[in-house]
């Protein structure tokens, strides 16, 4: 099993063809003041493996410590690749600096970095 893509972005979600669409991939956010609230984001995490049952974890840091945690149980049970979309609905930042964001299907990792910026 690994992790084939880990994606950031304004909205992701499946069309009535089935396919993932992905609006406005991002790398840096900029706000005007702190703490701030990030209205909505979506993280895309999409895997090859074995059908079966996997546990996914998305972590959310900001210097060593965690902003936001998701444990989705997934359960692939066809095709060759399969997607986890997440839906973050106020993703607090408390000051500028670097957030990290981490996927983990059972022994696999990814990771983005994200900017946080006063502008």
């Known amino acids: 099993m690994k992790i084939v893509a880990f994606l950031i972005a304004d909205r992701i979600y499946k069309a009535q063809n089935s396919k993932i669409n992905i609006e406005g991939l991002f790398g840096r956010i900029n706000s005007k003041s702190f703490p701030a609230l990030h209205k909505q984001l979506y993280v895309l995490t999409t895997f090859e493996g074995p ?11 900001q210097d060593g410590s965690v902003v936001a945690e998701i444990h989705t149980k997934v359960n692939k049970n066809s095709g060759v690749s399969w997607n986890v979309v997440n839906e973050i609905n106020g993703l607090p930042l408390a ?3 670097k957030y990290i964001f981490e996927a983990k299907i059972n022994s696999q990792e990814a990771r983005q970095v994200i900017e946080v910026n006063k502008i």
């Open 51 to 61: 059908n079966g049952e996997y546990d996914h974890l998305l972590t959310i840091k």
């Open 95 to 97: 000051v500028p600096g």
